[in-house]
């Protein structure tokens, strides 16, 4: 979907000199209007949901852009109109997960292409790429992306496409987007990044080079734990066909229901995103002094070691926080998470409510225990998804569970 079907929302203004001034609307009118405009029917403020498996013609050939609803959908469009706005994409193409996302991306490559990615990886890409994407002939190299020197030496003949995901899951690095992108373009390899802990409001990697932004929308985008999808935003018409035409092939298309309650989410993203940051910030703050707490991973802590980074790359510094418990074992931090109370022990994150979690047996267990240690991964590290409550209650009930342990 280009984002030249977006509304037009910019503002005109009369300068002191007589000429016309125009001005780009803010984040949060783009998150509440872009892509979107009332029903003409009906009058309807919020796009209808159009259930439908195909579309009448009034002759073969003759679909008013709508033929089958794998390949588009009116819904999809006014989600698509509206990322692709957020992110400052000419294009987003839309998905029925953020793995059917990077599915897709990983599919328009042939055996032998290389992939060089980070070695602290979200354990569902990881898990896709060598268990389902290296049998079939690709490679793929993990590397610390922190060190451009290294991912320049990882790169090969073959390398394709640099995976950047920063901040990462579930340790929290932050890496120079604008660096590695420039690398990858040095070397004619396609940047693409994992903005899923970001967001848009906190982070555009388009505009800092990157190439491709993909995010899990079932995360802060659709923001209330009640939607999957996932979606990738470029402004290259070649990656835009490339992705459309595997929508159509092998159709991890969205249903209009999930792309519905995806633009339902979207229009409080800024707001949410104000609150997640100021509660993780709390809650980073609480935990790092306490007796029972070893290391915590926040990029808000000045001696974090992409402190500088992360204050120029992003707005703030994100709702995630991960901590690590002086008794590393993990029957300990399993102590902690059975008696949170407010905290859900629960997968997933960026939903308004705050969840807890195990990494090291839950989102990344697909790592094999050597390779999660070596990246940094301790066997007690706890992930929290700090959500939009209150912040005493939420600091109330990480005291009272970490003395339960």
């Known amino acids: 979907m280009s984002s030249s079907s977006t509304p037009d929302l910019s503002t005109t203004a009369t300068t002191e000199n007589g000429s016309a001034s125009h001005t780009t609307p803010g984040f949060g009118t783009r998150a509440v209007h872009a892509g979107q405009q009332p029903d003409p029917s009906t009058g309807a403020i919020m796009p209808p949901v159009y259930f439908t498996s195909t579309y009448v013609q009034d002759a073969p050939g003759d679909h008013k852009g709508y ?65 389902v994407f290296e049998p079939f002939g690709l490679r793929f190299t993990f590397a610390d992306l922190a060190d451009v020197d290294a991912v320049a030496e990882a790169i090969t003949p073959n390398t394709r496409l640099l995976w950047i995901e920063t901040p990462t899951n579930p340790l929290l690095k932050v890496f120079d987007i604008a660096a590695l992108s420039e690398l990858a373009h040095r070397t004619n390899i396609t940047a693409g990044v994992d903005n899923t802990f970001a967001s848009p409001y906190l982070q555009q990697p388009l505009a800092l080079g990157a190439d491709l932004v993909m995010h899990s929308t079932t995360k802060y985008l659709g923001g209330h734990s009640d939607v999957v999808g996932g979606a990738i935003m470029t402004n290259s018409d070649a990656w835009n066909e490339k992705l459309r035409f595997l929508i159509k092939s092998a159709g991890a298309a969205p249903g209009p229901m999930d792309c519905f309650l995806q633009l339902r989410g979207i229009k409080t993203l800024h707001l949410r995103m104000e609150r997640h940051c100021e509660n993780a910030a709390a809650v980073a703050r609480f935990l790092r002094p306490h007796p029972k707490v070893a290391d915590v991973r926040w990029p808000g802590f000045e001696d974090h070691p992409a402190h500088d980074l992360a204050k120029r790359q992003m707005r703030d510094f994100g709702g995630m926080v991960s901590f690590v418990l002086k008794d590393d074992a993990p029957e300990t931090a399993y102590r902690v998470m059975a008696a949170t109370k407010v905290f859900a022990l629960a997968e997933s994150l960026g939903g308004v409510e705050s969840l807890i979690s195990h990494p090291a047996s839950m989102t990344h267990a697909s790592i094999p225990a050597e390779k999660r240690r070596a990246s940094g991964l301790s066997d007690s590290l706890i992930r929290l998804s700090v959500g939009i409550e209150d912040e005493a209650d939420l600091i109330a009930d990480l005291e009272q569970a970490l003395e339960a342990a």
Do not use: W
Not at 80 to 105: K, P, Q, R, T, V
Not at 119 to 128: I, K, M
């Open 67 to 131: 033929e089958y609803a794998r390949v588009s959908n009116p819904t999809r469009t006014a989600l698509e109109a509206n990322l692709a706005a957020l992110e400052g994409a000419e294009h987003c193409i839309a998905f029925s997960s953020g793995m059917a996302s990077i599915d897709a991306l990983l599919k328009t490559f042939t055996p032998g292409d290389h992939i060089v990615s980070t070695n602290d990886l979200y354990g569902g890409t990881f898990r896709l790429m060598t268990q």
